[in-house]
């Protein structure tokens, strides 16, 4: 059986964006405005970065069996920043638009809160279902 381990990570991320897209999700009014967090120069090009974004969340809560918060998909998304001369760091991507991610996949029974051991979000049955309808498309 095929699963999302054995197929190519971008082929998956956007048919679960087109999935995405045929669900009630809006991405944020800013969202193609607004970098995504402070070592980027400019904000997303892709006019549908709001939906492959939240497909790539919702891969990594399947992939990871511990429960994932906020902070670790901030880390996660960061990235090198140029700091001209002086060497580089990486910095973690803005939260504000992945909190609100973790929310709407939330609300459309993909994804559910932890609270005991540990704090975070993991996926639900209806989602794995999803993801594993995918990966078998891709990899046929």
Do not use: C
């Not at 897209?21 to 800013?30: G, I, N, W």
């Not at 891969?59 to 880390?75: A, I, S």
């Not at 002086?86 to 991610?101: D, E, T």
């Amino acid at each position: 059986m095929i699963t999302v381990r054995d197929v190519d990570s971008g082929k998956l991320n956007k048919l679960i964006a087109e999935e995405l897209e045929k669900t009630e999700m809006q991405p944020h009014p800013l969202a193609n405005m607004v970098k995504s967090g402070i070592a980027t120069e400019h904000p997303p090009t892709q006019e549908n970065f709001w939906y492959l974004r939240s497909a790539a969340i919702l891969r990594k809560l399947y992939l990871n069996t511990n429960p994932v918060g906020t902070e670790r998909l901030r880390n996660v998304f960061g990235s090198r920043k140029n700091n001209g001369h002086q060497p580089s760091h990486h910095y973690k991507a803005g939260g504000k638009f992945i909190r609100m991610m973790l929310q709407q996949l939330e609300k459309e029974g993909l994804i559910k809160k932890i609270e005991k051991p540990k704090k975070g979000r993991t996926i639900t049955p209806k989602g794995q279902k999803l993801l594993d309808s995918l990966a078998k498309k891709v990899g046929q």
